[in-house]
């Protein structure tokens, strides 16, 4: 991949209410040809409505079928507990999007914080405490006339790097966002993992520090409790991007650590990290994490794990939205599975 954004053009925080076209951050440059043997099944014509639902923003784009983000809206999540102001927010951006493309997109995909039901069908992302049970895939399925597939963001990540990012071409890895909080995806044996209920990934809740701090889950020194950019708030009393160096290491170690019990686990060599956090702190980061894998990844298997910087910079998100998508296409002509 030659067109990976730079890190520093990671999303950042937007003040509450602004909605802002990033055209031109979307026309970046990326090499298009559809070489990839799994890319059967969607039609070149084939242009994705692609929705992120995050915590701190929410964007809409349109992505087409080589994955290259063709225009895209984004306006910070509203801070409030009605479902339906989130809702409106999220269909005024759509609608935005809509109202100057001259393509109809022909299928809808989402990625969204998790955890949800199947599909969906209802989520509750920890971070949008305004929606709890809400029936999002059925929602905009009714308000945009479209098929809308709806997956967790982190494994949407997961799909976007494997598709065109930095995982293009394996078949076992990890990706994992460390931002706000910490999500991941897995994909073994070329088949992203979806669990019994969809929700399989959710690596921000393995335990990295047993005495360590209360999670919103419920459990105690999980990932996201320790690592994540609130987390890491919550301890210093500062923004997150304004931890000092052995702040970053630690957030490195404590990433490193599940990465390896990931590795340990499912016999995968590969995890690719997405989110400010992470790609914010840098290699401070990114060597701390692959020292702890070093340290604790000592089976033969397992030793030539590596940790590294997921591939599609700030596109990640749109790119793994429309990949949610792109992956039912296949599915449905393969005839299901
Ligand atoms: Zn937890």
Redesign the pocket.
């Known amino acids: 991949m030659t067109g990976s954004v730079d890190a520093s053009s990671e999303t950042t925080d937007l003040p509450a209410g602004s909605t802002e076209p990033l055209m031109a951050e979307g026309l970046l440059v990326r090499g298009t040809a559809v070489d990839d043997p799994a890319f059967v099944g969607v039609a070149e014509r084939d242009v994705f409505l692609a929705v992120d639902i995050g915590g701190t923003k929410m964007e809409v784009g349109l992505v087409d079928a080589s994955g290259l983000v063709l225009d895209r809206v984004r306006t910070a999540t509203p801070e409030t507990s009605d479902p339906e102001v989130l809702f409106d927010g999220l269909c005024r951006i759509i609608e935005e999007v809509l109202s100057r493309s001259t393509v109809l997109p022909s299928i809808c995909g989402v990625g969204c914080g998790g955890p949800m039901e199947s599909g969906g069908r209802t989520v509750s992302p920890l971070n949008i405490p305004g929606w709890r049970g809400f029936p999002l895939q059925g929602r905009l399925d009714g308000h945009l006339g479209l098929p809308v597939v709806v997956d967790n963001d982190a494994k949407a990540l997961a799909l976007g790097e494997g598709w065109i990012g930095a995982a293009r071409g394996q078949s076992n890895y990890l990706a994992m966002v460390v931002s706000t909080g910490v999500g991941g995806g897995v994909v073994l044996d070329g088949r992203l993992l979806d669990g019994s209920g969809g929700n399989a990934g959710h690596i921000?809740?393995l335990v990295v520090e047993p005495q360590g701090r209360m999670?919103?889950?419920?459990?105690q020194g999980?990932?996201?409790?320790e690592a994540s950019g609130t987390a890491i708030a919550a301890i210093t009393g500062h923004p997150a991007s304004e931890a000092d160096i052995a702040m970053r290491r630690r957030c490195g170690t404590l990433v490193g650590r599940a990465v390896a019990s990931v590795a340990n686990l499912l016999d995968l060599q590969l995890a690719v990290v997405a989110g400010s956090v992470a790609l914010g702190y840098g290699e401070e980061f990114f060597a701390a994490a692959q020292a702890e894998i070093d340290l604790r990844c000592g089976l033969d298997f397992a030793r030539s794990t590596r940790i590294e910087r997921a591939g599609l910079g700030a596109d990640g998100p749109l790119v793994g939205a429309a990949a949610v998508a792109r992956r039912y296409l296949m599915v449905m002509e393969d005839g299901g599975r």
Do not use: I, R, W
């Open positions: 921000g809740h999670c919103v889950c419920g459990g999980c990932l996201e409790a």
